[in-house]
């Protein structure tokens, strides 16, 4: 499977402009690909004024995803704020070529910038299968709960969107190698990169690491779009080599 991670700026609070420049970005990627990862927020950036720039799941910027994944014939994935029945969402989309969408709500959402306040929370975690491969996806600050991401269904990639700012990174590099060491698969996290109108920088730093934990991308904090092949089998084939899995504890998640 072939994966393109998308980093660069955004801009705030404008979908307009957001979609545009992905789409510049999008039409580079000349090889096949399977799956298009966009950061968290894209179309928006990180803005705790849901009320101000929601869209609906009937929305341009889900359209757009439809289209995009159509004509390229992959999927593509990231996060947008939806309104729905009243209540904002964190939402990752993850769309496919024939317009079938599976969603995630955030789970864990960022109390330190109100993200608690504005939105309301996921429950349920959610595996994709996609193209022979099981698929879990996330956002930004679910990173830092290894429970909610503990790999209990054999999946073989986890997705992080983020808006994870430069502060931070640390934490970034070191969970995202983390979160591929204890799930023994592989881990694929999109970063947005610039400044927001908060005043927060943003390094990018999105790469992808092995079930060992072994980066496999260089880390950069320039826009570009960074397109990698997994390999399922030799993923499998160590997992099964060293049985990590076999040992994990097991659990109940509580609300």
Not at 180 to 196: F, H, K, L, P, T
Request: proline share 4%.
């Amino acid at each position: 499977m072939k994966i393109s991670l998308i980093q660069t700026s955004l801009t705030w609070e404008d979908a307009n402009a957001n979609r545009s420049n992905f789409e510049k970005l999008i039409s580079s990627i000349n090889e096949p690909t399977d799956i298009i990862l966009l950061p968290e927020m894209f179309s928006t950036g990180f803005t705790m004024k849901p009320e101000t720039v929601a869209e609906t799941m009937d929305g341009e910027t889900v359209g757009w995803m439809k289209t995009i994944a159509t004509c390229k014939d992959c999927a593509i994935a990231g996060s947008v704020v939806i309104e729905e029945n009243g209540n904002y969402y964190n939402r990752f989309l993850f769309v496919m070529p024939d317009g079938k969408i599976k969603q995630y709500d955030k789970r864990h959402l960022f109390s330190l910038a109100g993200e608690d306040k504005a939105y309301t929370k996921g429950i349920d975690r959610l595996v994709i299968d996609y193209r022979g491969w099981k698929i879990c996806p996330l956002v930004c600050y679910d990173l830092r709960f290894p429970v909610f991401s503990r790999n209990t269904e054999d999946f073989d990639l986890l997705l992080y969107v983020a808006n994870w700012p430069s502060p931070r990174v640390l934490a970034w590099d070191t969970l995202l190698r983390a979160r591929s060491i204890e799930n023994m698969c592989y881990v694929a996290g999109v970063n947005r990169i610039g400044q927001d109108n908060n005043g927060h920088n943003y390094p990018g730093h999105s790469q992808v690491f092995d079930c060992l934990g072994a980066s496999l991308t260089v880390s950069s904090e320039s826009e570009g779009v960074i397109t990698i092949e997994l390999d399922k089998q030799t993923m499998l084939e160590t997992r099964n080599k060293f049985g990590f899995l076999n040992d994990r504890d097991s659990f109940i998640l509580q609300d």
